[in-house]
């Protein structure tokens, strides 16, 4: 009798509970979809400025008003700003277009150079007539070519001297390197795609024999110095801007400076190398217990040979700092910037006046990511801040470096853009973001936080996003979305955005979505970088856990439903938190992660773990930990991905079958790393996926985001 009761009290119980949750219908769907971008982007105005300069103090720019696009014209000696129909808008201009394709345009505009049957060729812009430049390019050792693995193209990757006489480039060396297979989905016989794609742990490497040639005379010389490494001082990509990465030409084309980065990027070593012997001399190495990076997502050093002088940018005191060097002697001059705080990108070296002007962040109060621009003296003195006002600024200058554009916002402040003289000195406001008739349809912009880290000491910051209707008294379910780095972080560009991804989307069918920059990402210290190296199998996920547990006595969290999400290293941290923290994580949508890096491109892991032997990659692995998996994960993948092959995922596949474990899977049979058109698809399933396991309701069946209709054509 007992029993029954018991049963029937479970059964009423059930009831209630699926009576309060109301199954979503298209309209809540519908509703959430008027907060993706393709809805809210229209209605905002105004913001940044796009500057054409017609004489060294005056340009235009066309900006979208409520009344529609508009331009003006702006007398910066005059402190001016006019409405003018005596411009228009175009497009990109001829440098986007001719640095475009495959052939590399000279500085002076009438040579190009291509890569033909794995050799340097070089064509005259004005007759067409082609040159041979190189003829031991073979398969597999060619010139000039472009693969790192994870991406890859057929540009020419060289480095023209400013006189355009010269260039410098390499034959990679990839014969002994293994090969990477994908397989197109087809009717008939597939195709096999297969390329060059080394791994953690591989004994060979790409490697590189650098050479300069002189293209006048069709001379190829090589420089003396062992194979390269196939590695920059920032990642594995040997390219920067279009063009072969740290190298910097002196003016007249007779020698250059060049960085050689070890495979494991511990070592940087400083060379300068002449152009028409290919001798090279050692300027100086500096060596670091985990990576070396030469800047904030920029290559920061310079070659000064009028002085003799070497611009460096080393972390050695826990900071990204500038520094000066002898070339000649290799010895340190100076420190150039010092404290707690980094700098970001060295915009301009201004060698006649002896001043560099560049982005910095956390020296000012406030959020430590947020980006502002100064100027120094080589010194160390005449530090000015450049770009006052709080928020992440963007700036561009004139041509003649006299005038800066400085646009700034913070997350959930729309954007000003002021006119300002070299010094910082304000002299128009230009344009300013418009959101009023986002706010009048209800939208609000996410909340920016500040939580503490799992170690309980260090700051940490972050983004929510909760529903523009709540209702009193609910606590809502949390869907964390990460990335982990540690080459970024969850939240990115920490400038206003009207739409990040469909976050507020999500929020709006009943959750709170959490984004948190954990540490070991860049963008702070040294120490704060490093501190998962050696174990990317972290994920910043205890960081994640913790904010979450701190954010839930600010807001209405129902911390027992708890889901997470993310794409590539975010695919790679959502399977991950699914098996390492089971009791916290419920739900996971797991897309084109790297679950395992063995798998995974060479230079990602031995840049952030360290060397296969002294790391251990495999209890890193995702599928070493598939049995632990409690609630549920649904993974995705695109079948064609030539980044994270999907061999990654599989090996996760394969352990939760064996440990008999229940999963979803959705493949994309022709999609990249990115789903490309079935993107709009996959984020359908995962809000049907959340709202499904994380609020208990059914889904409105097979709902159609706009654009989900066109792979129907």
Not at 415 to 440: E, F, H, P, Q
């Amino acid at each position: 009798m007992k029993k029954h009761i018991l049963t029937f009290g479970v059964i009423l119980t059930a009831f209630a509970v699926n009576a309060q949750n109301k199954p979503l219908t298209n309209n809540d769907y519908a509703r959430a979809e008027q907060f993706l971008g393709y809805n809210i982007e229209p209605l905002v105005t105004g913001g940044s400025v796009r500057a054409n300069w017609v004489s060294p103090s005056k340009f235009w720019y066309t900006t979208k008003t409520k009344n529609g696009n508009e331009t003006y014209e702006v007398d910066a000696l005059k402190k001016t700003k006019v409405i003018t129909t005596a411009y228009k808008e175009e497009g990109s201009g001829g440098f986007g277009r001719r640095q475009g394709g495959l052939e590399v345009v000279s500085p002076d505009g009438k040579k190009a150079v291509f890569i033909k049957d794995w050799n340097l060729w070089l064509k005259d812009v004005a007759s067409k007539k082609e040159t041979q430049l190189t003829f031991d390019g073979i398969k597999d050792y060619g010139y000039a070519t472009d693969n790192a693995g994870w991406k890859t193209s057929d540009r020419a990757i060289v480095k023209w001297s400013p006189d355009s006489k010269k260039l410098t480039t390499y034959q990679q060396d990839q014969r002994h390197l293994k090969d990477m297979y994908l397989v197109t989905t087809n009717v008939g016989s597939p195709t096999l795609k297969a390329w060059k794609y080394p791994l953690p742990g591989d004994k060979e490497i790409a490697k590189l024999r650098r050479v300069v040639i002189d293209v006048e005379n069709a001379k190829v010389v090589s420089l003396q110095i062992p194979l390269d490494e196939h590695r920059s001082s920032l990642s594995d990509d040997i390219v920067d801007g279009g063009q072969l990465a740290d190298i910097d030409w002196n003016a007249d084309g007779s020698e250059f400076a060049f960085l050689s980065t070890s495979r494991d990027h511990k070592v940087a070593k400083l060379q300068i190398a002449n152009a028409t012997t290919g001798a090279v001399r050692e300027v100086f190495t500096e060596t670091v217990k985990t990576h070396f990076e030469s800047g904030l997502n920029a290559i920061n050093w310079r070659y000064l040979p009028k002085t003799n002088e070497v611009l460096w940018y080393s972390e050695r005191d826990n900071w990204g700092h500038l520094y000066l060097y002898d070339s000649k002697t290799g010895k340190l001059k100076s420190q150039i910037t010092k404290g707690n705080w980094l700098v970001g990108r060295l915009i301009k070296v201004d060698e006649k006046a002896r001043v560099l002007y560049f982005t910095g962040q956390g020296k000012e109060t406030g959020n430590p990511y947020f980006s502002y621009t100064y100027k120094t003296k080589f010194d160390g003195k005449g530090l000015t801040l450049l770009t006052p006002g709080l928020g992440n600024h963007q700036v561009s200058f004139s041509p003649d470096f006299n005038y800066i554009i400085d646009t700034y916002s913070q997350p959930n402040v729309p954007s000003v853009t002021v006119l300002r003289d070299i010094n910082g000195k304000k002299i128009l406001d230009l344009a300013s973001t418009d959101v009023s008739a986002l706010i009048a349809k209800g939208w609000k912009a996410p909340d920016v936080v500040q939580v503490t880290a799992a170690d309980g000491k260090t700051d940490i910051y972050g983004l929510v996003f909760t529903p523009t209707k709540m209702e009193t008294g609910k606590k809502y379910p949390v869907v964390n979305y990460i990335y982990p780095g540690p080459q970024g972080g969850s939240v990115g560009n920490w400038s206003f955005a009207a739409t990040r991804g469909d976050h507020q989307a999500l929020a709006e069918l009943g959750f709170i979505v959490v984004l948190i920059e954990g540490t070991s990402n860049p963008g702070r210290s040294k120490s704060y970088h490093d501190m998962n190296y050696g174990n990317m199998g972290e994920n910043t996920l205890p960081d994640q856990i913790t904010a979450i547990k701190q954010l839930a006595a600010k807001y209405p969290m129902d911390i027992d439903k708890v889901g997470i999400w993310g794409h590539s290293g975010g695919g790679f941290a959502t399977a991950a938190a699914l098996f390492r923290y089971p009791d916290f994580f419920k739900v996971g949508v797991s897309q084109a992660g790297n679950h395992d890096n063995r798998n995974y491109e060479d230079d990602w892991g031995e840049r952030y773990n360290g060397l296969a032997e002294n790391s251990d990659y495999e209890a890193q692995a995702n599928q070493t930990h598939a049995k632990n998996l409690k609630g549920k994960l649904m993974l995705a993948h695109g079948m064609m991905d030539n980044n994270v092959p999907p061999y990654n995922v599989y090996l996760v596949i394969d352990a939760l079958n064996k440990a008999n474990k229940d999963y979803d899977l959705v493949l994309f049979p022709h999609s990249g790393h990115g789903f490309g058109a079935y993107n709009s698809y996959m984020m359908r399933r995962r809000w049907d996926y959340f709202v499904k396991h994380l609020q208990g309701v059914e889904t409105p069946k097979e709902y159609n985001l706009r654009g989900a209709n066109q792979l129907q054509r």
